[in-house]
């Protein structure tokens, strides 16, 4: 039996859908045609009846343009990420400094690095260039793993990261 409580409610799913569908003044049938996904397929997921697998999250991204954080953001993080974004202004000091390293970043990637603090208070513009440089680092890991994940290499990830995770956690509980 798998645990869902960690899988994305569909409703938020659906919500960000239409959300990025007005932003881009897509109807219905464009998203079909953007994301070649089956028309009862997109329907179950705007009604919030349907929970996505991960390659059709993947899909449904891709042809509305944004990275697939984009579709499980929440409303309920939008005041405390103003109040993150307005209490670490060195972010926007390193983004003028360094703006290659910000290429492509969603909001939820520019909110996730705001909610982080440096050591005694809020980020310095250095501080907030190696979180963000590690960030990437970890978005191409990750993408690497997606890749990986629909190739023969498949398996061979799973071990490696279970192996690690198992490392990780027992390294936790001493």
Request: charged share 25%; hydrophobic share 40%.
């Amino acid at each position: 039996m798998s645990d869902t409580s960690l899988a994305p409610r569909p409703s938020i799913i659906a919500h960000n859908v239409r959300r990025l569908m007005a932003r881009d003044g897509l109807t219905y049938d464009d998203v079909v045609a953007a994301t070649g996904l089956d028309a009862r397929t997109l329907r179950g997921i705007l009604h919030g009846k349907k929970r996505p697998h991960a390659k059709t999250l993947r899909r449904l991204a891709d042809g509305l343009g944004v990275g697939a954080d984009e579709l499980f953001l929440g409303e309920e993080g939008s005041a405390s990420a103003r109040l993150d974004a307005a209490s670490n202004p060195a972010i926007e000091q390193a983004v003028a400094d360094h703006p290659g390293l910000f290429e492509d970043w969603s909001p939820h990637e520019f909110a996730e690095l705001a909610s982080r603090v440096g050591a005694g208070g809020g980020l310095t513009a250095e501080g907030a260039r190696v979180a963000a440089a590690a960030m990437n680092a970890n978005r191409r890991t990750i993408d690497r793993a997606r890749v990986l994940l629909e190739s023969d290499q498949a398996e061979a990830l799973r071990t490696v990261v279970d192996a690690l995770y198992e490392r990780a956690a027992s390294s936790s509980r001493s």
